[in-house]
């Protein structure tokens, strides 16, 4: 299997992968269609050797040991034949799950080229859904249709071909017209009890939502006493479900009933057209004992032609969906042509008239201009919704800042490579995004070659090492679902230390002090205004105590710087600041006593 | 791989909830018909399938290969083949819809009596129960219950009748052969048990493996902005591709185990084709048998095979078919903790005039640590009370238990004179309003969300309430007014146009004692000021009690009871609660309402 992420540049399409993926891999294809094939040529002996026994019986020309070989090809062709389709059959569910894998492979590298920006606009879920169910509808095409197709299209030949040559062709011809309405019916049938059944478990959706508002909501439900409203409105879902599910047996009823229907139809033609040959003496009653046998196998690969037709049209929609997917270019990609330079110092200057999310109706940030000189450390604050996180992300080039607007060392963003851009810059979410791995794998995420002892020293000065020595497995301990909840401060200082680590020219806390305490603030702050020393350092904080030693802070409100200084100066010019700092000295204090 | 996913849970669980199945048959009572006639249908359609291979041998050996040869026989044979194949058709359709109809409404039962049930339980249930579970309850636990009165009970009569009918065929048409033939059934059993025990690990290892590559997909989807600063993309795709491999391989073993089992089924479908002709040839030699006997045999040894696989298969079902119901039954066992009194008094809304006392009422959420102690105080009909306290003091407690969401540990709360224990909580829950922090919205229109889906309520009583607390302009800016169809996340209103629906809701109900839990803590000044414009309109003539945070929202209260510690510590009306310079004077001072009003500034 070739390495991937070095080609990430190209864009490839699904169904070019999926041809260059059969084609690279013709010889297990050609091996497993030969083995199926085999095996049906094997199989048709069944019902030819039957015939032949049957003649042999009724010609009296049968002894004891002739019974027995009989029964010995018999089984051997009865082996022989699921041996032989077993191995084709095995090998194209392995292929099928190969390609299974490379397209998702492809997905996740495709995935992690997009944009923060992409994601906003797309509910994850969705999108997960959507590529988990179209890969492996596309895998299903692969194995499942491409056995049912090899075996319908050969098991059919070479059932017709014996019919023709061993018994009579007018006898075949009579019997099978009514299977072919099957294909048709199947073809035609299949998605509409598809259609059905989605529509039944949009149904089944629609009742667990409103159970799931009306239980979110049984305070408002009990105290206005709408339990019989709340009752109705849940048992008129539950009628719609059942409603629903009855036209999908109406539907898939009418298909269980009509398959052996068609292949009973043909079985009467035979027993009848077929009796009075034999009577007639036109063909052997071994012919037409063989003929009856031959009819119950051309009805599945009749049936199957309809099934790989489904298949096959549902696989292809979900190829489009997945090109779809996969054509989406990456918004934010590294300039053709970067700026020759591979490290930044970490000098900042914003000169942003207006920035405008690209699903967004209008600016959330405007008229922002600062520089930040190497080493000097920046307060953000402001109300919620001012725009804060929208300003740091930008740096990083997160959301992409439009051209000429954000320069660092004097370069454009748009102009450094991506690598030297986010090599500069570590940063912590206001959520303290970690991973489901351990601590230590969190803390050193940015880092293969860290040492316990370096990342230990990371977390204290996080403050989190004691928390950290004092879990049962250390480091190694995992978090998230599978292992121990953090809280959210906890998680807030992880992700400290893991920005800490990376030791980068600017490191940006983006609201990341805001669920931690107080005294834990003052530590880590006092850490950093050791270790950050003439570093850069961006503090977004919502608490003001945490940008007070800041070189200069700026006050946001409704997208626009609206005061900017230091601390001092600002409470002395009794604006926004001032008046957001005495309102939290009170709730401290409230809060202390 | 230690942990156990549910389904791992569910199995070893499975044999000893057998009996949560059989709890829930009453259920079924009312259908009992419905499944008499499943019966039926499934002994005529079993009839049908079974005749084919004996006409066809009476056609061969009497009609066609006999020593005269008839072809008006065979006619005959013909005519009564065609006619049995449209019975079994007619029959089978028929047993599906039946079947699956009368399924269906036990399940519709089940679920309409489990929300009910769920619904009615005190708020306590609620505490300990995550709705997110109650869903699953409710909409798959149930779900999969229903594959037991459908697919189950189905399977169980139809292949069950038919292997029974084949045998019975085989023994009625060559005892020595049919005797032979019962050598496969405990082989086939065995083998389908072995096999499908490994067969449900494997699907079950794919499931947990693809289920670890959508969680970390999921993951990293929400954290990409962290893989792209961190620049790690190229170890979470190696972390993504040691996931994807691994379900690749677990795949590839599911889809093997499947193969083997399948292929080895037919494998002795095959085999005992041969073995049957070998005997059945000799018989047949020896004169013992008649050739359409030995045709009819190899018919029905192959229809030996499809029932026991089904019933094999239905297995799985029955198990965890079995688990569900046990959770189901877990949930219907739990009775409400409060119940109406037998003797409940109806109380006339009319004469309701909303006078409110506690008396000594001490309460715990769990019996150890009381929330309240020892709380009483009296509220005048049509007066308005604020009731401020530091968060936890237990001010939402003591609303919860006037709403008797909860019953109190000891003491007693009436309404009007009248212990509200005694009063129906229907006529509590129309005397008693509650607007809360949070405020719910249902998927449906406007009107339906501020008339709460009653049709008694009138179009124009809802906009009057609309209008009263000032949420009718802002209806009216929706696309649709009083039609639009709102989302219950409510991503179409904002958080005060969400709280403005919840006041109209509640002049539309029209309580006489009206409970505002927080209400506008999340507005914006601007809201807030129409807010409180509707509120003063909401309060006039009703009995009014507000929890408050901002204690600028009590200033005018009759009176003002500040709650600390699970007892009322203060009472009184503002300007004395301030002289007195207690916990009220403090909080007051430091909510920074001080400051707008200029009076007291504290030095910080």
Same mark, same amino acid.
């Given at each position: 299997?070739?390495?991937?992420?070095?080609?990430?540049?190209?864009?490839?399409?699904?169904?070019?992968?999926?041809?260059?993926?059969?084609?690279?891999?013709?010889?297990?294809?050609?091996?497993?269609?030969?083995?199926?094939?085999?095996?049906?040529?094997?199989?048709?002996?069944?019902?030819?050797?039957?015939?032949?026994?049957?003649?042999?019986?009724?010609?009296?020309?049968?002894?004891?040991?002739?019974?027995?070989?009989?029964?010995?090809?018999?089984?051997?062709?009865?082996?022989?034949?699921?041996?032989?389709?077993?191995?084709?059959?095995?090998?194209?569910?392995?292929?099928?799950?190969?390609?299974?894998?490379?397209?998702?492979?492809?997905?996740?590298?495709?995935?992690?080229?997009?944009?923060?920006?992409?994601?906003?606009?797309?509910?994850?879920?969705?999108?997960?859904?959507?590529?988990?169910?179209?890969?492996?509808?596309?895998?299903?095409?692969?194995?499942?249709?491409?056995?049912?197709?090899?075996?319908?299209?050969?098991?059919?030949?070479?059932?017709?071909?014996?019919?023709?040559?061993?018994?009579?062709?007018?006898?075949?011809?009579?019997?099978?017209?009514?299977?072919?309405?099957?294909?048709?019916?199947?073809?035609?049938?299949?998605?509409?009890?598809?259609?059905?059944?989605?529509?039944?478990?949009?149904?089944?959706?629609?009742?667990?939502?409103?159970?799931?508002?009306?239980?979110?909501?049984?305070?408002?439900?009990?105290?206005?006493?709408?339990?019989?409203?709340?009752?109705?409105?849940?048992?008129?879902?539950?009628?719609?479900?059942?409603?629903?599910?009855?036209?999908?047996?109406?539907?898939?009823?009418?298909?269980?009933?009509?398959?052996?229907?068609?292949?009973?139809?043909?079985?009467?033609?035979?027993?009848?057209?077929?009796?009075?040959?034999?009577?007639?003496?036109?063909?052997?009653?071994?012919?037409?004992?063989?003929?009856?046998?031959?009819?119950?196998?051309?009805?599945?690969?009749?049936?199957?032609?309809?099934?790989?037709?489904?298949?096959?049209?549902?696989?292809?929609?979900?190829?489009?969906?997945?090109?779809?997917?996969?054509?989406?270019?990456?918004?934010?990609?590294?300039?053709?042509?970067?700026?020759?330079?591979?490290?930044?110092?970490?000098?900042?200057?914003?000169?942003?008239?207006?920035?405008?999310?690209?699903?967004?109706?209008?600016?959330?940030?405007?008229?922002?201009?600062?520089?930040?000189?190497?080493?000097?450390?920046?307060?953000?604050?402001?109300?919620?919704?001012?725009?804060?996180?929208?300003?740091?992300?930008?740096?990083?080039?997160?959301?992409?800042?439009?051209?000429?607007?954000?320069?660092?060392?004097?370069?454009?963003?748009?102009?450094?490579?991506?690598?030297?851009?986010?090599?500069?810059?570590?940063?912590?979410?206001?959520?303290?995004?970690?991973?489901?791995?351990?601590?230590?794998?969190?803390?050193?995420?940015?880092?293969?070659?860290?040492?316990?002892?370096?990342?230990?020293?990371?977390?204290?000065?996080?403050?989190?090492?004691?928390?950290?020595?004092?879990?049962?497995?250390?480091?190694?301990?995992?978090?998230?679902?599978?292992?121990?909840?953090?809280?959210?401060?906890?998680?807030?200082?992880?992700?400290?230390?893991?920005?800490?680590?990376?030791?980068?020219?600017?490191?940006?806390?983006?609201?990341?002090?805001?669920?931690?305490?107080?005294?834990?603030?003052?530590?880590?702050?006092?850490?950093?205004?050791?270790?950050?020393?003439?570093?850069?350092?961006?503090?977004?904080?919502?608490?003001?105590?945490?940008?007070?030693?800041?070189?200069?802070?700026?006050?946001?409100?409704?997208?626009?710087?609206?005061?900017?200084?230091?601390?001092?100066?600002?409470?002395?010019?009794?604006?926004?600041?001032?008046?957001?700092?005495?309102?939290?000295?009170?709730?401290?204090?409230?809060?202390?006593? | 791989?230690?942990?156990?996913?549910?389904?791992?849970?569910?199995?070893?669980?499975?044999?000893?909830?057998?009996?949560?199945?059989?709890?829930?048959?009453?259920?079924?009572?009312?259908?009992?018909?419905?499944?008499?006639?499943?019966?039926?249908?499934?002994?005529?359609?079993?009839?049908?399938?079974?005749?084919?291979?004996?006409?066809?041998?009476?056609?061969?050996?009497?009609?066609?290969?006999?020593?005269?040869?008839?072809?008006?026989?065979?006619?005959?044979?013909?005519?009564?083949?065609?006619?049995?194949?449209?019975?079994?058709?007619?029959?089978?359709?028929?047993?599906?819809?039946?079947?699956?109809?009368?399924?269906?409404?036990?399940?519709?039962?089940?679920?309409?009596?489990? $929300?009910?049930?769920?619904? /009615? =339980?005190?708020?306590? %249930?609620?505490?300990? @129960?995550?709705?997110? *579970?109650?869903?699953?309850? #409710?909409?798959?636990?149930?779900?999969?219950?229903?594959?037991?009165?459908?697919?189950?009970?189905?399977?169980?009569?139809?292949?069950?009748?038919?292997?029974?009918?084949?045998?019975?065929?085989?023994?009625?048409?060559?005892?020595?052969?049919?005797?032979?033939?019962?050598?496969?059934?405990?082989?086939?059993?065995?083998?389908?048990?072995?096999?499908?025990?490994?067969?449900?690990?494997?699907?079950?290892?794919?499931?947990?493996?693809?289920?670890?590559?959508?969680?970390?997909?999921?993951?990293?989807?929400?954290?990409?902005?962290?893989?792209?600063? $961190?620049?790690?993309?190229? /170890? =979470?795709?190696?972390? %993504?591709?040691?996931? @994807?491999?691994?379900? *690749?391989?677990?795949?590839? #073993?599911?889809?093997?185990?499947?193969?083997?089992?399948?292929?080895?089924?037919?494998?002795?479908?095959?085999?005992?084709?041969?073995?049957?002709?070998?005997?059945?040839?000799?018989?047949?030699?020896?004169?013992?048998?008649?050739?359409?006997?030995?045709?009819?045999?190899?018919?029905?040894?192959?229809?030996?095979?499809?029932?026991?696989?089904?019933?094999?298969?239905?297995?799985?079902?029955?198990?965890?078919?079995?688990?569900?119901?046990?959770?189901?039954?877990?949930?219907?066992?739990?009775?409400?903790?409060?119940?109406?009194?037998?003797?409940? $008094?109806?109380?006339?809304?009319?004469?309701?005039?909303?006078?409110?006392?506690?008396?000594?009422?001490?309460?715990?959420?769990?019996?150890?640590?009381?929330?309240?102690?020892?709380?009483?105080?009296?509220?005048?009909?049509?007066?308005?009370?604020?009731?401020?306290?530091?968060?936890?003091?237990?001010?939402?407690?003591?609303?919860?238990?006037?709403?008797?969401?909860?019953?109190?540990?000891?003491?007693?709360?009436?309404?009007?004179?009248?212990?509200?224990?005694?009063?129906?909580?229907?006529?509590?829950?129309?005397?008693?309003?509650?607007?809360?922090?949070?405020?719910?919205?249902?998927?449906?229109?406007?009107?339906?969300?501020?008339?709460?889906?009653?049709?008694?309520?009138?179009?124009?009583?809802?906009?009057?309430?609309?209008?009263?607390?000032?949420?009718?302009?802002?209806?009216?800016?929706?696309?649709?007014?009083?039609?639009?169809?709102?989302?219950?996340?409510?991503?179409?209103?904002?958080?005060?146009?969400?709280?403005?629906?919840?006041?109209?809701?509640?002049?539309?109900?029209?309580?006489?004692?009206?409970?505002?839990?927080?209400?506008?803590?999340?507005?914006?000044?601007?809201?807030?000021?129409?807010?409180?414009?509707?509120?003063?309109?909401?309060?006039?003539?009703?009995?009014?009690?507000?929890?408050?945070?901002?204690?600028?929202?009590?200033?005018?209260?009759?009176?003002?009871?500040?709650?600390?510690?699970?007892?009322?510590?203060?009472?009184?009306?503002?300007?004395?609660?301030?002289?007195?310079?207690?916990?009220?004077?403090?909080?007051?001072?430091?909510?920074?309402?001080?400051?707008?009003?200029?009076?007291?500034?504290?030095?910080?």
């Amino acid at each position: 299997m070739p390495h991937q992420s070095g080609n990430s540049q190209r864009t490839e399409s699904p169904t070019r992968l999926l041809r260059q993926f059969m084609w690279s891999n013709k010889g297990w294809y050609a091996l497993s269609m030969l083995s199926i094939i085999a095996s049906e040529i094997v199989m048709v002996q069944f019902p030819n050797l039957l015939g032949r026994f049957t003649d042999a019986l009724s010609a009296h020309r049968l002894s004891g040991r002739m019974i027995l070989q009989y029964a010995g090809w018999l089984l051997l062709v009865g082996v022989a034949y699921v041996i032989l389709y077993g191995i084709g059959q095995l090998r194209n569910g392995q292929l099928g799950r190969a390609f299974e894998y490379q397209l998702r492979k492809r997905l996740f590298e495709h995935w992690e080229r997009l944009s923060t920006s992409y994601f906003r606009r797309r509910s994850i879920g969705d999108l997960l859904n959507h590529a988990m169910n179209d890969v492996r509808a596309v895998r299903e095409a692969l194995t499942g249709g491409m056995n049912l197709f090899t075996n319908a299209i050969f098991l059919l030949v070479t059932t017709l071909v014996m019919t023709f040559r061993t018994i009579s062709v007018r006898l075949t011809l009579v019997s099978i017209i009514p299977l072919l309405a099957l294909p048709v019916f199947i073809i035609w049938w299949g998605p509409r009890i598809r259609e059905a059944s989605k529509s039944a478990q949009e149904a089944l959706s629609d009742m667990a939502a409103v159970t799931e508002e009306s239980l979110s909501a049984i305070r408002l439900v009990k105290a206005t006493a709408s339990e019989p409203v709340e009752s109705a409105r849940f048992t008129e879902k539950v009628d719609a479900i059942v409603q629903r599910q009855m036209v999908v047996f109406r539907r898939s009823g009418l298909f269980q009933t009509l398959i052996p229907f068609t292949g009973s139809v043909s079985f009467g033609i035979a027993l009848a057209y077929g009796g009075y040959l034999t009577v007639s003496g036109q063909i052997a009653l071994g012919s037409f004992v063989a003929f009856t046998l031959y009819l119950a196998m051309l009805i599945t690969p009749l049936q199957q032609m309809g099934f790989v037709f489904n298949y096959f049209q549902r696989a292809s929609a979900s190829l489009k969906r997945l090109e779809v997917l996969l054509s989406e270019v990456p918004e934010i990609q590294d300039p053709a042509v970067p700026a020759p330079v591979t490290h930044l110092e970490g000098e900042i200057d914003v000169n942003l008239p207006a920035f405008q999310y690209p699903d967004g109706s209008e600016p959330v940030l405007r008229d922002i201009r600062f520089h930040v000189a190497a080493g000097q450390t920046v307060g953000i604050v402001g109300r919620t919704g001012s725009g804060k996180t929208t300003l740091v992300n930008l740096l990083p080039r997160v959301f992409n800042p439009p051209p000429g607007t954000v320069r660092m060392d004097g370069y454009d963003v748009h102009d450094l490579a991506l690598r030297t851009l986010r090599e500069a810059i570590a940063y912590v979410p206001q959520d303290g995004f970690l991973f489901s791995a351990t601590i230590g794998e969190n803390i050193g995420f940015s880092r293969d070659d860290a040492t316990p002892q370096m990342l230990l020293q990371a977390a204290e000065y996080a403050g989190f090492r004691r928390e950290i020595e004092q879990f049962p497995d250390g480091l190694d301990t995992v978090v998230g679902e599978r292992g121990v909840t953090l809280s959210g401060g906890q998680k807030q200082r992880a992700a400290i230390a893991r920005a800490l680590l990376k030791d980068a020219p600017i490191l940006i806390l983006d609201d990341s002090l805001s669920a931690v305490d107080m005294n834990t603030e003052q530590h880590i702050l006092a850490h950093l205004r050791r270790i950050r020393a003439g570093h850069t350092t961006i503090i977004v904080a919502h608490r003001l105590s945490a940008v007070r030693h800041a070189d200069f802070i700026l006050v946001l409100d409704g997208g626009r710087i609206v005061e900017r200084g230091r601390h001092e100066a600002l409470l002395e010019m009794g604006g926004l600041y001032a008046s957001m700092y005495h309102l939290q000295e009170a709730a401290v204090e409230e809060v202390t006593s | 791989m230690s942990a156990l996913t549910p389904s791992e849970q569910a199995r070893r669980g499975g044999n000893r909830s057998m009996g949560s199945l059989l709890k829930l048959l009453p259920f079924a009572k009312r259908y009992r018909w419905h499944f008499a006639a499943v019966v039926l249908l499934v002994i005529v359609y079993n009839a049908t399938t079974v005749l084919p291979p004996y006409l066809v041998k009476i056609a061969i050996d009497s009609d066609i290969s006999g020593p005269r040869p008839n072809l008006h026989g065979l006619w005959t044979i013909s005519l009564l083949y065609v006619g049995v194949v449209l019975l079994s058709v007619a029959a089978n359709y028929l047993q599906i819809l039946l079947v699956q109809y009368a399924g269906q409404s036990v399940v519709r039962e089940i679920r309409v009596a489990l $929300f009910q049930h769920i619904e /009615r =339980q005190s708020m306590a %249930f609620f505490d300990t @129960n995550a709705i997110g *579970r109650l869903v699953t309850n #409710v909409s798959s636990d149930t779900e999969t219950v229903s594959q037991f009165f459908t697919n189950f009970f189905l399977s169980m009569l139809r292949d069950g009748l038919s292997l029974v009918m084949v045998v019975v065929a085989m023994f009625e048409l060559n005892v020595r052969i049919a005797a032979w033939s019962m050598l496969l059934i405990p082989v086939l059993f065995g083998i389908s048990a072995l096999y499908r025990k490994r067969l449900r690990r494997a699907y079950q290892t794919t499931r947990t493996r693809l289920s670890n590559i959508m969680a970390f997909l999921a993951e990293n989807l929400a954290g990409i902005r962290i893989i792209q600063i $961190f620049h790690q993309e190229q /170890r =979470q795709a190696a972390r %993504f591709d040691a996931l @994807n491999r691994s379900h *690749r391989q677990a795949s590839v #073993v599911e889809y093997r185990t499947s193969v083997l089992f399948n292929r080895t089924f037919e494998m002795l479908g095959n085999a005992a084709v041969a073995a049957v002709v070998w005997i059945g040839g000799g018989a047949v030699l020896h004169k013992t048998i008649l050739f359409g006997t030995l045709y009819a045999f190899i018919n029905y040894i192959r229809q030996f095979f499809q029932p026991i696989n089904a019933i094999t298969q239905q297995w799985n079902t029955l198990q965890s078919a079995a688990v569900a119901a046990d959770r189901i039954g877990q949930v219907l066992s739990v009775e409400p903790a409060i119940v109406d009194a037998p003797n409940a $008094f109806p109380l006339a809304l009319e004469a309701v005039r909303g006078e409110v006392e506690f008396e000594h009422v001490t309460f715990a959420y769990k019996s150890e640590v009381p929330v309240l102690r020892d709380v009483s105080f009296r509220v005048p009909a049509g007066s308005f009370v604020g009731i401020v306290g530091p968060t936890g003091a237990g001010k939402s407690s003591l609303m919860s238990l006037l709403i008797r969401f909860y019953d109190p540990t000891s003491g007693r709360i009436l309404l009007d004179g009248r212990d509200i224990r005694d009063i129906r909580q229907t006529d509590l829950h129309r005397a008693v309003g509650f607007v809360q922090q949070e405020a719910n919205l249902f998927t449906g229109t406007v009107l339906d969300n501020i008339r709460l889906f009653r049709d008694d309520i009138s179009r124009d009583a809802v906009i009057a309430a609309a209008e009263a607390v000032g949420a009718h302009e802002v209806v009216n800016r929706l696309p649709d007014g009083y039609d639009t169809f709102l989302y219950s996340k409510g991503a179409n209103l904002s958080m005060g146009e969400r709280q403005l629906i919840s006041f109209a809701r509640i002049v539309c109900l029209n309580p006489r004692v009206l409970i505002l839990d927080e209400a506008t803590a999340n507005l914006d000044s601007h809201t807030e000021a129409l807010v409180s414009r509707g509120l003063q309109a909401v309060s006039a003539n009703r009995t009014t009690l507000v929890i408050a945070h901002r204690l600028a929202t009590v200033r005018r209260a009759d009176c003002i009871y500040v709650v600390n510690q699970g007892r009322i510590v203060e009472s009184g009306p503002h300007e004395a609660l301030l002289c007195r310079g207690g916990l009220y004077a403090e909080m007051y001072a430091k909510s920074g309402a001080a400051y707008e009003d200029g009076k007291m500034v504290q030095p910080i």
